[in-house]
Every structure is written in structure tokens, then in C-alpha cells.
T-cell receptor, first 115, second 113 residues
């Protein structure tokens, strides 16, 4: 248990659906992240929020829309996804501060399948 | 740019064997180095880290030493257990790109009884 929870753990959706992934951290951290883990590809950073402000958008298609209403919650809104978006989506949080030594703690992930 | 190279898996070994997973990196600036572990069906867990040259990170019997001269951060464990079967990721972080964690491809380790 890392103090970062994600729901749902598994999600199957059609290409025309709209769904949201939720992440919550109980660590008092100030930064939150979305990563994508696809088969046979290294983990890819998608978005970074620091103090509820987006500070990094790593060339992610607009069909992925993040939201950070407060420092404990992070959402990833999904719409009109493609089958190649099927992956494990991982949320992480960190204290913030020194970017070089700041440690990220990960949730268990949401396994997304797009039909 | 930054990059991390790990040895390819899967690595298969018997219980109580010695484990080494090689990791080398290239980075602009002075990175911190991390090892994460992912057990089947789970997210990533921080295993250990080192933030400066010659630092040794250790946890759960695993060790890794930050070698700046060889740009390496190899993971070792003296006697593995079946419960160590997992995928291990080496990663680095600098102040580039808002401190983005750059991961290696991961190395799957399978420990047999």
C-alpha cells in the first residue's frame, strides 16, 4: 500500500464512450502525475500537476483530458479513444520541491481496454 | 536527451541464486537514480534510490551503487526468493522537463523453487 489509490482497477470501453479514471493520494503531496504503460514500450509520462496547476503535457492527444481539482485528487477524462490507447494507466504523486531528488509513489494502475 | 538502458529479460534463476540486473544511463546534468519493482497485476513500488555519486541504495536485501564514472546503477541481491519474481525498472530524474522520471524498458525476473 503506497498511499495512492486508483479507481477503477479495470475498465473496458468502446471507442465512442466517455469515461474517467480517478486517482487519490493520502500522502500530503503537492505533485501528481499520469503515466501510460503499454506492452513492449517504456513507461511514458503524460501529464504533471504541481499545486493543482498543469506543468507538463507530454504531447498527449486531446482525447485524454486531465483534471486536478485539489492536491489530493487527479482525474483523467477519456473520450473517443482508439484501440491503441489500451494500456495500464498509472498515477503517481510526490512531495514536490527539489525536482532531482523528489521521489514519486505510484498507485496500482487502471487496466484500460478499448474495443 | 536522457535515457536508461537495462539488460533484456527475462532473467530466470533458481531460489537462493545471486541476481544482477545491469542499468546504464545517459543524462544531461546530474541525475538521481531509482529502482522500481512491479509485481504481477500491480503498480510500481519504489525499491531503492541514490541521489549522488557513490551513494548506495538498499532495501529488502537489494542494493545498487551510483557509479558516475561508468554511468551505471546495477541492481544486486545475494539470495533471491520466489517472491522476488517481478519486473524491475531502472529510472533517472533530473531537473529537465519538470523532473520527469525517465524509465528503462524493464527487466522481468523469474525465480523458480
Amino acid at each position: 500500500e503506497t498511499g495512492v489509490t486508483q479507481t477503477p482497477r479495470h475498465l473496458v470501453m468502446g471507442m465512442t464512450n466517455k469515461k474517467s479514471l480517478k486517482c487519490e493520494q493520502h500522502l500530503g503531496h503537492n505533485a501528481m502525475y499520469w503515466y501510460k504503460q503499454s506492452a513492449k514500450k517504456p513507461l511514458e509520462l503524460m501529464f504533471v500537476y504541481s499545486l493543482e496547476e498543469r506543468v507538463e503535457n507530454n504531447s498527449v492527444p486531446s482525447r485524454f483530458s486531465p483534471e486536478c481539482p485539489n492536491s489530493s485528487h487527479l482525474f483523467l477524462h477519456l473520450h473517443t479513444l482508439q484501440p491503441e490507447d489500451s494500456a495500464l494507466y498509472l498515477c503517481a504523486s510526490s512531495r514536490g520541491g527539489d525536482l532531482r531528488t523528489d521521489t514519486q509513489y505510484f498507485g496500482p494502475g487502471t487496466r484500460l481496454t478499448v474495443l | 536527451g536522457n535515457s536508461v538502458t537495462q539488460m533484456e529479460g527475462p532473467v530466470t534463476l533458481s531460489e537462493e541464486a545471486f541476481l544482477t540486473i545491469n542499468c546504464t544511463y545517459t543524462a544531461t546534468g546530474y541525475p538521481s537514480l531509482f529502482w522500481y519493482v512491479q509485481y504481477p497485476g500491480e503498480g510500481l513500488q519504489l525499491l531503492l534510490k541514490a541521489t549522488k555519486a557513490d551513494d548506495k541504495g538498499s532495501n529488502k536485501g537489494f542494493e545498487a551503487t551510483y557509479r558516475k564514472e561508468t554511468t551505471s546503477f546495477h541492481l544486486e541481491k545475494g539470495s533471491v526468493q520466489v517472491s522476488d519474481s517481478a519486473v524491475y525498472f531502472c529510472a533517472l530524474r533530473t531537473t529537465d522537463s519538470w523532473g520527469k522520471l525517465q524509465f528503462g524498458a524493464g527487466t522481468q525476473v523469474v525465480v523458480t523453487p
